[in-house]
Nanobody, 119 residues
Framework: VQLQASGGGLVQAGGSLRLSCVASGSIFNINVMGWYRQTPGKQRELVAT???????NYADSVKGRFTISRDKTKKLVILQMNSLKPEDTAVYYC??????????????WGQGTLVTVSS
C-alpha cells in the first residue's frame, strides 16, 4: 500500500490549507483513514480520523477548524484546515488502516507533508 500526500505549504495565521492523500496498491479494503502531525522533539499526535462508515474523530485542538472527509471510491482522504494557527505548524502524515488481499489489516503511513503557519 502506498500513500501519496499533497497540499502542504506556507500560510499566514488565519489562512487555510487543504491536504489530500490517496492510497494505491493491492488494497482489498480500507477501514480508517486519518491525519497525524509531528513537530521536532515531540511524539506524533492524532489530528483527525474517519472510518469507512463516516464517523469522525478530532483532536480537541483542531475541533471546529479542521474537517476530514474521504472518497471511498478514489481511496482519498482530505483534511480541510481553516483558521490556521502558528501552533498547527508541523509535518502532517496520512495514515490508513488497510487490508491487502489475503492479509490482515495493517497501518500504513505516507511520507509526510510540511505545513508552516506564520504569525
Amino acid at each position: 500500500v502506498q500513500l501519496q500526500a499533497s497540499g502542504g505549504g506556507l500560510v499566514q495565521a488565519g489562512g487555510s490549507l487543504r491536504l489530500s492523500c490517496v492510497a494505491s496498491g493491492s488494497i482489498f479494503n480500507i477501514n480508517v483513514m486519518g491525519w497525524y502531525r509531528q513537530t521536532p522533539g515531540k511524539q506524533r499526535e492524532l489530528v483527525a480520523t474517519i472510518t469507512s462508515g463516516g464517523s469522525t474523530n478530532y483532536a480537541d485542538s483542531v475541533k471546529g477548524r479542521f474537517t476530514i472527509s474521504r472518497d471511498k471510491t478514489k481511496k482519498l482522504v482530505i483534511l480541510q484546515m481553516n483558521s490556521l494557527k502558528p501552533e498547527d505548524t508541523a509535518v502532517y502524515y496520512c495514515n490508513v488502516e488497510a487490508r491487502q488481499y489475503g492479509l490482515e489489516y495493517s497501518d500504513y503511513w505516507g511520507q509526510g507533508t510540511l505545513v508552516t503557519v506564520s504569525s
